[in-house]
């Protein structure tokens, strides 16, 4: 593609290059006139696809509305048709939350269904026998609370899967230290779920009898109990498959896929939960695949893998421990386990409902992993879309580089879910903005906003501003009902500027690094309770702590971040793929590229040492890094340290002597260095000839790069991420090659020459200032000859305008709009939709300030605020020179700027600066700015927010509290200034 290829894209982004909506249905309550208005709306606004779920709507008859019912099945086949008609993006969604993950066909019993394997213990003194039955589980006790929605249904069955005696050595908190020599199977010897057997001398033993049954987890809304399949035993996906194409995909439903090139399945975070005693995910193949992948049994282990894990996997907790001489061994069979589960995860569930997907014209798209004990990068081969989120990652470059590995490995598209928080209608939309510029660092390019929701809703239920969706303590609105809406034309043509030049060609990468873990910290963007006990507030963490604050959370040195360099994760195993190759000098050159790769964890596969060595010995660099720290659980302040790495491998194979031989053999070799400390990374892999890609001259504290390259074109983003507290940086960046520099204004699509450029060698060097929050989208043309160097031009203030004529739309509810649907099978289905009331203030000619500190306007108001200016102009423009019409703040809103009869342009939130060359006329100019806030002023002064929980109070046990919000300030705050620069 060529540099005349992209202008012309940017002109106008295609479609499948435009933000997408999670879009929260009622249930199947919304009615065909609902439907196409919101998806036609959606369209409107330039959103360019539609994911698409039920969700739980109160005062509606379920069997009649919810998942599965024929309204619903009527609604799907609507949406899909809608959105095919507009060239959009459809995807059915697919979690364990999400109905549609659960059967009506199976219940807990079913061989199909989620299992657990749970346990009953009993004590026995020295020398004391125990004869008879076997304890059961009680299946009607009421199980411990679990802070993940859904319930347990009823279960009936269980089977004895083993009976396990061992020595206590010492109570704990949890159970137990357990004698691991003395661990006794005596599974053999019961004989009718009765156990005959006495205890030995030397201590009280500790019977546990281990039991399989349903979890009996379920989900709503549904029309009727839905159970969760299992995700590790092959019955699962096929039970999945056989329903889907049996009942879901009609052959009406099928034709309308069929007509969508982008019809996708969107599978959710993995919300499993169990809820016995156990804590274990299991299934009839579980033990047996156990013992033919990790070559012994898994049962004699089993009292130190029983656990709790309360919400998701990373908070798990395990029951016994043994002596210390015996805890390595230990956490290798954890090791086991888990990765065994992975094995089955990607076997059993991933590649046969991908290719069940495939077979019918949809792609999948998922959450890899996302919660449950298994490896968070292994998946990636197996899925076409890898998807993370910004809810329980914070917007954290650390966190999304976890899943950028496996991402620019394979060649998947990378996407988030993004905009989730827990200040529904409080923040302004900058904070929004600033997620995505994270995201776009991290090598994102698609986003999936979370979410819209239709403002009608079921009647008795729905207040003003609308229909809430995904409840109003755990989510944000893209949708109408924010005032923001009139300017997100601008907006999402914008973000798709972005992601259309982020997609091109290929990542360059500078490093990868090894890292495996089946419990990575989702939570790490919910940690919200300071060491004082206060609630952070989700905008203060995510603004001033964490990355913001200089703190990384796996890869903490930042050393490599300063430099430029790029570098993202992925699970050793993957470098075995088939489809993963070193040549050129570098990892997957088709791919990443990475130029070295890094070890530094304690544990690390012997295969993949081999891997290493035998790349190393035809050129590649590795370093391996002592003494590194990652994150392990940040709610509880828990790291883990890797004092040496790649001492021993991961699972209780008996290779450790095999890997230390393969590893000094790495050591021994020109291209492979060691530090002590990851503070060294950098020196050492200068010293050993990695030069980053898009380096920067000097370290900079403060800026996010991504590259990517598409033949002669190098695409550049950068991105001033500490945006609350960082100052306006200069960085200079040294590109490979030389050429032509552009810049890309991604809000009109203009591209103009970049000044501020010069050669070093066979390097261009590219001098970019970026103010707090500010992104650069640059690229590097190499096709033609390199552009007379030239230095940064200053923008030169030449008019400041003080006074303006102010008028306020101030948005409050309004009437109920009443909408009805009769389809002729018996009965109406009602709809309310609250309607914006929109009150026009005006506020006179006056200087500019705070909606909330302008007579008549106040501290209760959002909406709208529309602002005139004259700005008279003695001279035309001159030659070479262009004009910046400079907002100062608009205080986070989204807006648009208009000079004369030239069209409306929209802005950056964090530096909102608009070109206005083309409009300015010789003489009087007027100058339109319209600005929008969030609804939170509003919504405060009603007494919105006296009724929403705070969410993260409950999660972090701090008991209930509602959400609490400041008066914000709205509106043009200025000061406004009109800039001539060079160029």
Known sequence: MTMDDVVRLLANPPIEYRPELRWWLAEGLHTDETLRFEID?????????????????????????????????????????????????????????????????????????????????????????????????????????????????????????????????????????????????????????????????GGTWRLYVYW??????????????????SYVDPDGARAVIDYWD?????????????????????????????????????????????????????VPWLPFLTRDVPFMAVDTVHHNEPPEE???????????????????????????????????????????????????????PEVDGIETESLEFAAQIDAYRLLAGPAHLFGKQYSSETGATTRNHMLDHRFYDQIIATQLAAGITKTVLHGWASTAGAEGVTDWPGHEGMWPMFSERFDTRQPGAEFYPLWTAAVARHQLVLRRGRPRIDVGILRTDHFTDNMSGLAFVGEDGRRIPDEEAYGRLWMRDRQNHWWQDLGMQDAGWTYEFFDGSLLLHQDVAFSEGVVQPDGPGYQALIVYQSELDADTAARLLDWARRGLTVLVVHGARELKLLARGLYTDHPRAAVRTPGLDGRDAELADT????????????????????????????????????????VLSHLRE??????????????????????????????????????????????????????????????????????????????????????????????????????????????????????????????????????????????????????????????????????????????????????????????????????????????????????????????????????????????????????????????????RDHGLLGPVRLLRIAG
């Open 663 to 702: 590893m000094a053999q790495l050591l021994a070799l020109p291209t492979v260095g060691v530090v002590d400390d990851p503070s060294g990374t950098v020196e050492a892999l200068r010293g050993l000839g990695v030069v980053g890609r898009a380096e920067f001259v000097a370290d900079n504290r403060t």
């Open 212 to 229: 399989v049954h349903g979890t009996g987890q379920t989900a709503s809304p549904s029309a009727s109990t839905n159970y969760t399949v």
């Open 326 to 380: 015996h805890r390595i061994t230990v956490d290798k069979v954890r090791f086991d386990y888990v990765r065994t589960l992975t094995d089955l995860y990607i076997e059993n569930m991933l590649r046969p409902f991908a290719a069940f997907l495939h077979a019918n014209g949809l792609t999948l798209r998922a959450e890899i992993s996302y919660g449950l004990p298994f490896e968070l990068t292994r998946p990636g």
């Open 246 to 298: 049996t009942v879901v995909l009609t052959p009406e439903l099928r034709e309308q896929i069929a007509a969508n090139p982008r019809a996708q399945m969107y599978m959710d975070s993995l919300e499993l939960s169990t809820f016995g005693a156990g804590g274990l995910f299991w299934g009839h193949t579980v033990a047996a695949e156990f013992a033919a992948r990790r070559g012994y049994d898994i």
């Open 41 to 201: 709306t959606a369209h409107r606004l330039g959103f360019g696809g539609m994911e698409f779920l039920a969700m739980d709507e109160r005062a509606v008859d379920h069997a009649r509305y919810g998942w599965g019912a024929e309204e619903w099945v009527h609604d799907s086949q609507i949406v899909v048709e809608e959105t095919t008609r507009r060239n959009m993006s459809v995807s059915f969604t697919s979690g364990t939350n999400w109905s549609n993950a659960n059967l009506p066909t199976i219940d807990p019993d079913h061989p199909a269904a989620a299992k657990e394997l749970d346990l009953v213990s009993e004590d026995l003194p020295p020398g004391t026998s125990r004869s008879g039955a076997l304890p059961r589980i009680d299946l009607t006790a009421e199980p411990a609370a679990r802070h993940l929605p859904g319930q347990r249904g009823v279960i009936r069955d269980q089977t004895l899967v083993a009976v396990v005696a061992a020595r206590v050595l010492t109570e704990t908190e949890t159970g137990a230290v357990l004698d691991a020599d003395s661990v006794t199977v005596l599974t053999d010897r019961v004989r009718d779920e009765a156990l005959d057997w006495t205890a030995p001398d």
């Open 710 to 967: 598409d033949g002669d074109l190098l695409h550049l983003y950068l991105y001033n991420f500490l945006y609350e507290t960082g100052e306006p940086t200069e960085v200079e960046v040294a590109l490979p090659g030389a050429g032509a520099v552009h810049r890309i204004d991604a809000w009109t699509g203009a591209v103009r020459p970049h000044t501020g450029v010069r050669q070093d060698g066979d390097r261009t060097v590219v001098t970019v200032p970026l103010a707090p929050g500010e992104t650069a989208l640059l690229t590097l043309d190499r096709s033609g000859a390199a552009a007379a160097g030239s230095s940064v031009s200053a923008p030169e203030p030449v008019a400041a305008l003080t006074e303006w004529d102010i008028a306020v739309e101030s948005w409050d509810a309004g009437e109920l709009q009443v909408i009805t649907e009769d389809r002729g099978l018996g009965y109406r289905t009602r709809e309310v939709r609250p309607l914006t009331a929109i009150t026009r203030i005006d506020v006179g000619t006056t200087e500019l300030g705070p909606w909330r500190d302008l007579a008549g306007v106040g501290a209760a108001v959002s909406g709208v605020g529309e602002y005139r200016s004259v700005l008279n102009r003695e001279h035309g423009g001159e030659p070479g020179h262009r004009y910046l019409l400079d907002l100062g703040s608009t205080a986070g809103g989204l807006g648009s700027v208009q000079v004369n009869d030239g069209a409306p342009t929209g802005f950056d939130t964090s530096r909102p600066v608009v070109d206005v060359t083309d409009d300015l006329r010789v003489g009087d100019n007027l100058v339109t700015v319209r600005v929008s806030s969030s609804l939170n002023n509003r919504l405060l002064a009603r007494g919105y927010y006296d009724t929403v929980p705070d969410i993260l109070a409950d999660l972090a046990g701090r008991g209930e509290a509602m959400q609490t919000t400041p008066v």
